[in-house]
């Protein structure tokens, strides 16, 4: 596979997890089913449209029919899955949250890599790609982003997309090991035994 066939897998995987971690945001936030669907589908294609359009590409989803598909298909079940008794387990939004992470990370490096730009670029869009679902999802609940206070998402999509873009000469190595890495930083963010520091302020 070359670099745009892999960025086409990865986003697959990572509109999926997103789609389910909207969806059990939303269903925590009490949305109604309409407000379950936007949300589902803001988180799951979010992060690639804004990293496609600043990139100057026509959004993957509105090329590749099938992204909305699975983005569809992956929120109607997370819904259908809540009417009947679920409720989102932290585990198992930490680990959809981890796993989008880790497949979006690396196509922002991949397609910087592909668009002739350095590593600013590829750092920039890694986060971009891996953290605009997830904060565009907070926002709709009125949530501060979780990015900006306590997980490392942007931290390890950073990390993620540097290795990515050092070894994109091998796009599949690269997606991989860049994957891995941003997968795994974001768990461990989400134990909530490290993160980073952060400056407290007096009582008001």
Do not use: C, Q
């Amino acid at each position: 596979m070359d670099a745009l066939d892999l960025v086409l897998v990865a986003d697959r995987i990572g509109i999926v997890a997103f789609a389910i971690s909207g969806v059990a945001v939303g269903i925590r936030a009490k949305l109604d089913l309409y407000g379950l669907a936007a949300l589902g589908l803001a988180t799951a294609i979010g992060g690639g449209t804004m990293r496609d359009v600043v990139i100057g590409d026509v959004p993957r989803v509105f090329e590749n029919t099938d992204y909305l598909l699975f983005a569809l298909a992956a929120t109607a079940v997370a819904i259908a899955a809540g009417a009947l008794g679920w409720r989102a387990p932290g585990p198992i939004l930490k680990t959809a949250d981890a796993i989008g992470t880790g497949a979006f990370a690396p196509t922002g490096a991949l397609l910087a890599f592909e668009a002739g730009l350095d590593w600013p670029a590829a750092m920039i869009l890694a986060i971009l790609t891996a953290t605009g679902g997830g904060v565009t999802r907070d926002l709709m609940v009125r949530e501060v982003p979780w990015v900006l206070h306590r997980g490392l998402n942007a931290s390890a999509s950073a990390l993620g997309g540097l290795i990515t873009f050092a070894l994109a000469e091998d796009a599949t190595v690269a997606l991989l090991v860049g994957g891995t890495i941003a997968m795994t930083i974001t768990a461990l963010g989400h134990t909530e035994r490290v993160h980073l520091p952060s400056l407290r302020g007096g009582d008001d």
